[in-house]
């Protein structure tokens, strides 16, 4: 009996939920889309993200091909390039890079296979749960992306930073001033590094235009067989 009245003055004690605001609610799911929207948009849009996600589409030799033309300096943003370091690192231990083995990678970069064998070692920025969404983001977009072509985007706009780059710094050593020739040394090195630019858009154009590009010995050859051309005498009119 007193249980039963001590339940009643509980029951007597609660108070009513106050109702929702639906309005606020609606748009706070709306803008939560939009953002969502707003990213998912920007990822795609993204290159460098397309390009880690064909990457880690594609079979170890077909990998290896890109890697050979594209540098990890190539990828700006730090997370897309700790990703590519690990694809980089499973293609060179003979292992495809596909999203379970990168993630694997991550998870245990320390882990020692049945045979005793070690597997990639990496050192990762950021927690693993980013890192592993990010990875299921790039190979989500990466599907069907025409490697060649977002390499050649990503190469490009690495070239323009490196111009960009040099030019900061040689603006900043002609104001400071340091000696000139300590700024034509730097100028030097910028240079050859814009030449390394230079080539590897041309191998990976040659790649996407699936052509391949003339050896410099062919293209001396073909400039020289030009030139005995010009030097040959007219032939005579026996008129």
């Known amino acids: 009996m007193a249980r039963n009245t001590r339940s009643a003055a509980a029951?007597?004690?609660l108070r009513p939920v106050p109702e929702l605001d639906?309005?606020?609610d609606v748009d706070l799911v709306s803008e939560l889309a939009d953002e969502i929207e707003r990213r998912t948009v920007a990822v795609r849009l993204d290159p460098e993200t397309n390009l880690i996600g064909a990457l880690m589409a594609m079979p170890a030799g077909e990998v290896a091909e890109v890697l050979e033309v594209l540098g990890d300096d190539d990828i700006e943003?730090?997370?897309a390039r700790t990703i590519l370091i690990v694809i980089r690192?499973?293609?060179a231990s003979g292992r495809t890079p596909d999203p379970v083995a990168v993630v694997a990678a991550i998870r245990n970069p320390d882990h020692r296979g049945a045979g005793g064998e070690?597997?990639?070692v990496t050192e990762v920025p950021n927690r693993f749960e980013t890192i592993a969404k990010f990875v299921a983001d790039c190979y989500t977009t990466g599907i069907g992306v025409d490697v060649w072509g977002t390499a050649y985007q990503v190469v490009d706009d690495a070239y323009r930073r490196a111009f960009?780059?040099?030019g900061l710094r040689l603006?900043?050593?002609a104001d400071y001033p340091a000696d000139t020739e300590d700024i034509e040394q730097v100028a030097a090195a910028a240079v050859l590094e814009w030449r390394g630019y230079w080539h590897r858009l041309r191998a990976i154009k040659a790649r996407y235009a699936h052509t391949p590009a003339p050896a410099p010995e062919d293209v001396e050859a073909e400039a020289d067989d030009h030139g005995e051309h010009r030097?040959?005498?007219a032939p005579e009119d026996d008129h």
Do not use: S
Request: aromatic share 0%; hydrophobic share 40%.
């Open 231 to 233: 030097d040959e005498p």
């Open 11 to 13: 029951a007597g004690e």
């Open 77 to 79: 943003r730090p997370l």
């Open 164 to 166: 960009g780059m040099a």
């Open 89 to 91: 690192k499973l293609v």
């Open 118 to 120: 070690t597997t990639v």
């Open 171 to 173: 603006t900043q050593m």
């Open 22 to 24: 639906t309005d606020v």
